[in-house]
């Protein structure tokens, strides 16, 4: 009973209260005691009662009544639970894992799952068999299940987005935020199809959900596939509830997850609300708990999870909204109209990647805030790949990158360019206009991006002293670049060039010299050093270096390379080794060094 549609519970509950009715008040009126009987009332009554069935009179009464109850029986099997079946999925109280926990296949199964999980990046056939209306456990403080909320909370309208979703995990994500959302409080579901190419998701899908819950999700069809960020916006446009809610088609709701984001809205609606993020494991649909984080990022505009701030430590509340600079994407909640009038997400980047970044920037900036909630916790499936990424979707998430450094990030985007080992002109990324956004930022008077890392996003190493970066080569082997090689060895090498993060050289303004990937949060210190001992570089901690000058080079453009301390100068010989030729401190005999990119502000 606790899975049919309200409107199924409210019609068998009357017709129920009917039927004891009339057999209450025929009892009653066909009730006779004997005159000058000592027979007691109740005992009376009672015989009527367990007689009852047994009565004739009225008969055809009575087989009406029952035949209205058989019928409304047949109604809610094969109009509700019976709906699930020809699609082969479970509901209700059946199927494995129905509280979170492993499922595992039998080996004949598991070879045929691992064929389907290719399209999917999860197990999507042992998801057709764990029921839709599953409930996983319940991750929240101890202190979050004593709290109460106001009543009169504003509505949510859940937004989906989906492109060739499984449709067993796409209708679980509708029917645990439906099961777990007090009905109140949710305005509608809003289902946004990318352009599925994937028959179950049409037809039956929407058969599905008109009858299973008639009046309460809205089907939106894109004609050609926008990605992610334009899918969401079509979603906004298609709401009509005081807050909207945008999440993956691929997760878990649990009870009460709501009602702690509604009501921090409701307290201030410039506020962007994130819950907090459990696992849903991808081979056995386990759910686990994840710890309670904020969300930051690396300069190429990559999300990841990073410690709350050390005062949501301080505070020793594990209940309270922890303040975070950006979010990882998958889920978020915010007031509809607010979401407008700060522009929304930007529908001049393609596919996915960025705008989760750009969101956070832009409402810390221009007067709102973004937290992540505790006491609000929904299940997102850790997929092991995005079998709907194309092969440009890094083309695409570079692109994105650079289009949120030219508008938001001020003297700060050319870290973006370093971080991307794009030069800053003629990059050769076509990122379109972006005139509307900087006349919207303009609009809403935000402040800096330096304002903004000082305030919110202090963790993030700053670049800004950089005067060269990319791939640093010697002029007489130009196919070979500087390599930070093993790093347990300390020892910088030769390679032939790729480009990649291995290769990352950077020289800042005070003489260092990196070599390798660029840090986000903490401290970047490997460092090429010349420890006046050995005739070959190291690549070290930065704090080991005896002192300063080890560490220090002077350097410029198509110059050499020498050490401030020694004196000695950073050069190519030929070896076995290092395809063919190695490197080595020495006498300086001419040799010239050049990096890719120059900073040029």
């Known amino acids: 009973m606790a899975y049919l549609p309200r409107r199924w519970r409210v019609l068998l509950v009357l017709n129920f209260v009917a039927f004891i009715g009339f057999l209450t008040f025929w009892t009653k009126c066909n009730t006779r005691i004997p005159n000058g009987s000592d027979m007691d009332f109740e005992t009376s009554e009672k015989r009527e009662w367990e007689n009852m069935f047994v009565v004739q009179e009225p008969r055809m009464i009575q087989e009406g009544l029952m035949n209205r109850i058989r019928e409304l029986e047949d109604v809610v099997y094969h109009q509700l639970h019976g709906l699930s079946a020809p699609l082969g999925l479970v509901e209700g109280k059946n199927g494995p894992g129905l509280t979170g926990g492993p499922v595992h296949l039998s080996p004949e199964e598991d070879s045929i799952a691992k064929i389907v999980k290719e399209n999917y990046g999860y197990n999507a056939y042992l998801s057709d068999k764990i029921s839709l209306d599953r409930t996983i456990p319940d991750f929240r403080p101890t202190k979050c299940k004593n709290m109460t909320y106001p009543k009169d909370l504003p509505q949510i309208s859940i937004i989906f987005i989906f492109y060739n979703e499984r449709l067993s995990v796409l209708l679980r994500s509708v029917h645990t935020a439906i099961n777990h959302t007090p009905p ?131 505070a020793k509340d594990e ?146 002293g950089t005067l060269y970066y990319g791939e640093v080569r010697n002029t007489l082997v130009q196919h070979l670049c500087l390599d930070q090689g093993e790093k347990a060895n300390q020892k910088p090498i030769l390679h032939p060039c790729h480009g990649w993060s291995p290769q990352m050289g950077r020289y800042n303004k005070n003489g260092r010299l990196y070599v390798g990937s660029m840090g986000s949060i903490g401290e970047d210190t490997r460092c090429l050093v010349d420890n006046e001992v050995s005739d070959f570089p190291q690549l070290i901690d930065c704090n080991k270096a005896k002192n300063e000058q080890q560490m220090s080079w002077k350097f410029s453009q198509n110059a050499a390379i020498v050490n401030k ?27 010239t060094w050049y990096f890719k990119n120059e900073v040029k502000l």
């Open 184 to 314: 109140q409080l949710l305005k509608e579901i809003v289902l946004v199809d990318d352009s599925s190419d994937d028959e179950q998701l049409k037809e039956p899908l929407e058969t599905y959900v008109n009858k299973r819950f008639p009046g309460k999700v809205k089907i939106v069809r894109n004609q050609r596939r926008e990605g992610l960020i334009r899918a969401r916006i079509e979603g906004w446009k298609a709401a009509t509830g005081d807050v909207t809610g945008f999440f993956d088609a691929h997760m878990e709701f649990t009870p009460y997850w709501s009602e702690p984001i509604l009501a921090r809205i409701q307290e201030n609606h410039k506020r962007i609300l994130l819950p907090s993020i459990d696992n849903i494991m991808h081979d056995t649909f386990e759910a686990e708990y994840y710890g309670n984080s904020a969300h930051g990022y690396n300069w190429e505009l990559w999300c990841m999870y990073m410690n709350p701030p050390q005062a949501w430590y301080d």
């Open 565 to 591: 301390a020694s004196g000695r100068c950073l050069e190519v010989m030929e070896g076995k080794i290092d395809f063919g030729h190695r490197l080595i401190l020495r006498t300086c005999t001419g040799q």
């Open 319 to 464: 209940t309270l909204p922890i303040r975070t600079p950006a979010m990882i994407g998958c889920s978020f909640v915010v007031n509809r109209l607010f979401f407008g009038e700060i522009g929304l997400l930007d529908s001049g980047m393609n596919v996915y990647g960025g705008e989760n970044i750009e969101l956070g920037i832009k409402v810390w900036m221009c007067g709102g805030s973004m937290e992540v909630m505790p006491c609000s916790r929904v299940a997102h499936i850790a997929r092991v790949k995005k079998p709907y990424a194309d092969k440009d979707l890094g083309i695409h998430t570079r692109r994105n990158a650079l289009r949120v450094a030219e508008v938001w990030m001020d003297e700060y985007k050319a870290t973006v360019y370093m971080a991307w080992n794009l030069p800053m002109e003629n990059s050769g990324i076509d990122i379109g206009d972006v005139s509307e956004r900087v006349a919207l930022r303009n609009r809403l008077q935000c402040k800096s991006f330096e304002w903004y890392l000082n305030n919110i996003y202090p963790d993030l190493i700053k670049y800004n």
